[in-house]
């Protein structure tokens, strides 16, 4: 070893600190997060999974309680109204500010590193001088959160450090999945992680990437590897990070070049000082993340860790600060620090003893990283349409350099010879494969027509054959096959011609595609089918068997093959093609290697262009010797399929089969709705109106009719006392928009989860007696809830409701049972102030089948109250009612105590009138509106304008 080059490894530590700045720093005064996600796949893991753990208690809820705190996700425009709809990204918009900041012009297929590097930088720079004082938290979609780890991640930030690095390993996500779902609650928006419970269920299903880096492990070993691990036991596992996480910045300048990748170039740009904290313990913090079994296998042999083979990988693409991170020990354990950790960390020290002192002696740039120039000039080949030079300027600090060098010269050699799949030229390899796509294409679709791209990444796809028609839509296979019925419908004979792109793996979801597919076409339309083998070359003859097993599904009875293509190939065209990548590969890890890479590209191209003219003569039989290439058929839809049934959804399967109805039309709308939105849930209260008194169905609909009809065409309306919003749907009929309020969580969390995107409905938790509500309306209606208000607390009640109201002349209306010409009776039952109870759960009534119990208390589980005074009928003499009052009797379940307040109509209206010019009165008799007040009135209805200041 060559003592000169020889790097000698710091004294590693746990629980490193942040050296301090020279210059002390005003106090931080915003956090904003950011996350960026696309692709329906990725955005349904983040959803499900990732945003639930951040919402758990110690992550954005610690934010919140902090600092101002503003959630940025960065995505496309076709994943946001699936982010809006969700009910976790609803949780998170009620309890901090939330954007979605779209990235089309930032996404392509295969550069997520340029993207997200790129998706970050917009972010931080749109704050201007202000991101001086604001910590960016930097978060990636498929993390697992452990409870309490962000609010450690900015405490770091607020003691003084400018940068937060953090390290994490990655679990198998088939595994995690079942066992997040086990913890979710549905009745809680967030999934509660305490850190070493997750250590101890992340230790029992590591990723097999993450295995490879254990050291001591010994049986395989992964070829590229960015960090290593040691288990200490069967509890404990020690990490050693060449490339680590930056988690937060507070930037120092606002003047900043990015010329690498974020995890590459980001501390080091925005943090010059070099105040850089390190997470080190997982009660601290902790993140995993989760990937698919198979992620990154192709990297994985057999054997332990080799130092040499190590330190030439490394050299490929450190900076100075990824040498210096290797210093931190990180520590994850699920249980208290076993006394042989000392052993193991120093089996660690002399490991990377070993390693970096064969490292080359410089380091690599953190400014016009090699892997960087790479990255961007695939991105710019991808989009086609280039980002301007001010964007390009406003990213990344400086307009690229269009030459790059040598680098950027070997770049533009590569994508000018063989292009980028699919947009290749016929010096590349897979030039036969997409050749006929897009012959048949251009010959099927009119220069005006619209073509449809189904792919698991369809945007490449997208842009390739945007030059073919004037529309061309692109949809993911997952997105596809998801689809609600609603969601499907405005699609379906839309499109001249679609391009479904398959790999071997899916293969086995064929029939579903194309049963999907095919009532998206107009009449007579084509639907093109291109399967490619991506085997490598020692199994590449297996793919005919494979294909042979699923072909099959690609039958169905509206469509027909019109036409098969088997697109021959041999082991001189494969191995070229794996030539080109190895190479491409290995150029793109050693800037050294480029000379060579741009001889071998011209022999390869020459090489490439003779082995295609070859497999251009395409037959519709398979190649009886040699290899296959790719499989393109072509199915035509014939005109009577437009009249067959749509296809069945995924959560329609689930339904049970009932029995047949007579084809009426009415019958058939009663189908068609249960097939595309299932049976509609009752909420919280309505289900208990059902189960124990269904005759207040009607009058409690009844009252939601009349404030649709009062409010019918109003633009911005707001219910308080919702309750579960079962009626609501009614008001929305007649309004542009509504948003509903309740004290509540527990209604508040049944609305979400009963939320329809055709019934579009913002919600919040809200105590009016607190302050007026989270906005102004133009109309604000409030059922059931005066009753429950006490005499000290009715003026906030109704001033914070009319300093809800946009204008003066906007409306409020009250409704509350009537008192009127029963006040004796009621007073017996409810002396003004007595209790009335509101039952948690559901169970017997207490009282007799049919009896009517006394009016409901807002706010809470809508069981009807019932007095304890006595055991006794009080018969109201006007309405017949009979209110049921029973003996106190132990309960075995919780109950929430209110208090009945009774008011009369000209009480309700001397109230109303101090804070309202003009209040209006109608009375409600069974479902009946009547102007006034009258003794055998049911139900009172306020309605206020002209608000006194």
């Known amino acids: ?86 009910p976790a990204w609803r949780s998170l918009s009620r309890i901090c500010d939330t954007k979605l900041m779209p990235i089309d012009d930032l996404i392509t297929d295969g550069n997520h590193s340029a993207t997200i590097t790129l998706a970050y930088a917009r972010a931080v720079r749109e704050t201007g001088d202000d991101m001086l004082d604001t910590c960016f938290l930097f978060l990636v979609s498929d993390y697992v959160v452990a409870a309490g780890s962000l609010g450690n991640v900015v405490a770091r930030i607020r003691d003084g450090a400018s940068a937060v690095l953090a390290g994490n390993f990655q679990i198998v996500a088939e595994d995690a999945i079942p066992l997040l779902r086990h913890r979710v609650n549905p009745s809680s928006p967030y999934i509660h992680l305490p850190p070493r419970e997750l250590v101890g269920w992340s ?34 596992l020690i990490g050693r990070f060449y490339l680590m996480h930056m988690i937060a910045i507070r930037p120092e300048v606002t ?122 000039a695939a991105h710019r080949a991808a989009t086609r349409q280039a980002l301007s030079r001010q964007d390009w300027k406003f990213l990344l600090g400086q307009t690229p350099d269009r030459r790059g060098g040598l680098v950027g010269m070997v770049w533009r050699l590569r994508f000018a010879l063989f292009g980028r799949p699919p947009q290749v030229t016929r010096l590349h390899p897979r030039w036969p494969d997409y050749r006929l796509p897009l012959a048949a294409l251009q010959r099927f679709t009119p220069s005006n027509g619209q073509i449809l791209v189904v792919a698991e990444q369809p945007i490449g796809f997208a842009h390739w054959l945007a030059s073919v028609a004037k529309d061309v839509f692109s949809i993911e296979t997952g997105r596809l096959l998801e689809m609600s019925r609603r969601q499907y419908l405005p699609m379906v004979g839309g499109f001249d011609t679609c391009m479904l792109i398959l790999t071997e793996k899916d293969l086995n979801r064929g029939d579903e595609l194309v049963e999907r597919i095919g009532p998206l076409l107009k009449p007579g339309g084509h639907s093109m089918i291109l399967v490619t083998n991506d085997r490598g070359l020692d199994d590449a003859a297996g793919f005919g068997l494979s294909f042979a097993y699923h072909a099959p599904r690609f039958l169905h009875l509206g469509t027909s093959v019109a036409e098969t293509h088997y697109v021959p190939s041999d082991r001189r065209r494969w191995q070229i093609q794996r030539t080109i990548g190895r190479l491409g590969r290995a150029a793109f890890r050693r800037p050294i290697l480029f000379p060579l890479a741009a001889a071998a590209g011209g022999v390869l191209a020459i090489g490439s262009f003779l082995s295609n003219q070859s497999s251009m003569r395409t037959e519709p039989t398979p190649p009886r010797r040699g290899l296959c290439s790719s499989v393109f058929m072509i199915l035509r839809t014939s005109a009577a399929s437009m009249e067959r049934p749509l296809p069945r959804f995924r959560h329609e399967r689930d339904l049970r089969p009932m029995r047949q109805i007579p084809p009426e039309a009415e019958y058939e709308r009663y189908l ?40 019918s065409e109003r633009h911005d309306v707001g219910e308080y006392g919702c309750t579960d919003a079962f009626g609501t749907r009614i008001v929305l009929q007649e309004v542009k928009k509504a948003t509903v309020y309740d004290p509540n969580p527990i209604f508040i969390e049944d609305v979400q989860r009963r939320y329809r995107e055709e019934w579009p409905l913002d919600s919040d938790v ?71 109870e509101d039952h948690v759960g559901m169970g017997a009534s207490g009282r007799p089948a049919g009896e009517v119990a006394a009016p409901r208390s807002a706010g809470f589980f809508a069981r009807s109250s019932e007095t304890k005074l006595g055991g006794r009928y009080i018969v109201n003499e006007i309405t017949g009612a009979r209110i049921y009052a ?64």
């Open 766 to 836: 809200h105590e009016i007696l607190t302050g007026p509500l989270p906005r102004t309306h133009d109309s604000i209606y409030s059922l059931d809830v005066l009753q429950t208000i006490s005499p000290e607390d009715e003026a906030a009640y109704v001033r914070n409701l009319r300093d809800s109201l946009s204008r003066d002349y906007d409306i409020l209306i009250v409704g509350t049972p009537s008192y009127e010409g029963m006040r004796s009776k009621w007073q017996d039952v409810f002396p003004r102030g007595s209790e009335g």
């Open 1 to 86: 070893m060559n003592e000169a080059s020889a790097t000698v490894l710091s004294e590693p530590r746990i629980g490193a600190t942040a050296p301090p700045l020279a210059v002390s720093r005003p106090p931080l005064r915003a956090i904003r997060v950011l996350l960026p996600v696309w692709g329906y796949k990725f955005v349904r893991q983040f959803l499900e999974f990732c945003l639930p753990t951040l919402l758990a208690p110690g992550n954005v809820p610690a934010l919140v309680e902090a600092l101002p705190c503003e959630f940025v996700l960065m995505t496309s425009d076709a994943d946001a109204p699936t982010i809006r709809g969700h």
């Open 255 to 376: 003047d900043f070049i990015i010329g690498a990748s974020c995890d590459y170039s980001f501390v080091p740009e925005m943090c010059p000082s070099g105040s850089v904290s390190v997470l080190t313990d997982s009660d601290e913090y902790l993140v995993v993340e989760m990937q698919p079994r198979d992620h990154e296998n192709r990297h994985l042999r057999w054997g332990p860790i080799d130092p040499k083979d190590l330190a030439d990988s490394l050299s490929e693409w450190t900076t100075t600060q990824h040498r210096k991170n290797v210093d931190n020990v990180l520590l994850y354990h699920a249980a208290e620090v076993p006394p042989n950790l000392d052993e193991v960390m120093a089996q660690s020290d002399a490991f990377l003893s070993r390693v970096n002192g064969q490292l080359a002696p410089t380091p690599q740039p953190h400014r016009h990283h090699h892997y960087w120039i790479g990255s961007i």
């Open 203 to 236: 230790l029992a299903h590591l990723h097999p990437a993450t295995v490879a880096n254990i050291v001591n492990f010994g049986l395989n070993h992964n070829a590229h590897t960015n960090r290593l691990f040691w288990c200490v036991d069967e509890r404990t």
């Open 886 to 949: 029973e003996e106190p009797q132990p309960e075995p379940r919780p109950k929430l105590r209110r208090s009945i307040y009774p008011r009369t109509g000209g009480e309700l209206k001397a109230l109303l009138e101090r804070y309202f010019h003009t209040v209006f009165l109608f009375s409600m008799i069974d479902e009946v509106v009547q102007g006034g007040i009258t003794p055998a009135a049911q139900y009172v209805f306020a309605v206020c304008c002209g608000k006194k200041v």
């Open 672 to 711: 068609t709705l249960r097939d595309e939105l299932g049976l509609e849930p009752l909420g919280l209260r309505m289900n208990q109106v059902w189960h124990d008194d269904p005759r207040q169905l009607g009058s409690l609909l009844a009252r939601y009719k009349f404030i649709a009809k009062l409010l």
